[in-house]
């Protein structure tokens, strides 16, 4: 039986989350985004491309990735804007903080539970994503259609990422 990574929303301790922490900081808990959409982790290697005279078909070598987080976010007030916390810089800077001051943070991803816990562990086996890298892209927009704000985000990696 296939074992698929499974998030299943709504279910504690087994969903998709995103944990920010201030890269040298002080942070012990850090900051978990709430409220995560439309995740898509981006691990796209560049090419260099060239041209040689005695063949027919370019030649092509992968070469350094560019690696990134984006998602979707419905906005709460305290994450967005921090609040002030002892000893933890990511909550109180918040993410526009860590955005607007370009700040290097530190990232884990829990991607979500297995669909089949039968097996090595039991619940909350799921692979984690971490790295470092910087809060870009924040666009926060609001409607009639979507009364509450919500706002891209992304975190552009620097360096590799480790799975857990």
């Not at 299943?8 to 985004?33: F, H, I, K, R």
């Amino acid at each position: 039986m296939a074992n698929y990574i499974y998030p299943a929303p709504g279910v504690t301790g087994v969903e998709a989350t995103l944990t920010l922490t201030v890269n040298g900081g002080t942070d012990s808990t850090g900051l978990v985004v709430p409220s995560l959409q439309d995740i898509t982790v981006n691990a796209s290697n560049d090419v260099f491309t060239w041209t040689q005279l005695d063949e027919g078909s370019k030649k092509q070598i992968a070469t350094t990735a560019t690696n990134s987080l984006s998602m979707n976010i419905v906005l709460n007030q305290d994450t967005f804007f921090g609040v002030t916390t002892a000893g933890e810089d990511a909550q109180t800077a918040g993410i526009f903080g860590l955005s607007t001051d370009k700040t290097l943070v530190d990232f884990e991803l829990y991607l979500g539970d297995q669909s089949d816990t039968t097996g090595s562990g039991g619940t909350s086996d799921g692979k984690t994503i971490s790295g470092s890298g910087y809060v870009t892209g924040l666009a926060p927009t609001v409607s009639a259609d979507s009364p509450v704000w919500v706002s891209p985000i992304t975190i552009t990696v620097t360096g590799d990422y480790t799975i857990t």
